[in-house]
């Protein structure tokens, strides 16, 4: 099992900017990728930005050149710098694990972030 704790959410006024962190324990596999998914009210959960453990990132097409996602292997966590923030990035965002080994993902509780226009 590994656990996911999400902080950082909150209120914040359009073009300003938050940073979530997420930190894992518990069965932690050395190969894994952690990632960050949001989800709106009436819309599927979407992703957000990904990072392996080796450091190789991906990004939606909406959050290039606002959003950075990096990652503390010490410590198991990972971190989404969100700059530049729209109204229509306010969302429950959600800290996922995925174990390459055991071909499992977990999820974190999710943290709201609304941006305010």
């Known amino acids: 099992q590994v656990q996911l704790v999400e902080s950082g959410g909150g209120l914040v006024q359009a073009g300003g900017s938050l940073r979530l962190s997420c930190a894992a324990s518990g069965s932690i596999f050395s190969i894994n990728a952690l990632g960050w998914y949001r989800q709106a009210p009436g819309k599927q959960r979407e992703l957000v930005a990904t990072i392996t453990n080796g450091g190789s990132t991906n990004y939606a097409h909406s959050v290039k050149g606002r959003f950075t996602i990096s990652r503390d292997n010490a410590k198991n966590t990972v971190y989404l710098q969100m700059n530049s923030l729209k109204p229509e990035d306010t969302a429950v965002y959600y800290c996922?694990?995925?174990?390459?080994?055991?071909?499992?993902?977990?999820w974190g509780q999710g943290t709201q972030v609304t941006v305010s226009s």
């Open positions: 996922k694990y995925h174990d390459y080994y055991r071909q499992s993902d977990y």
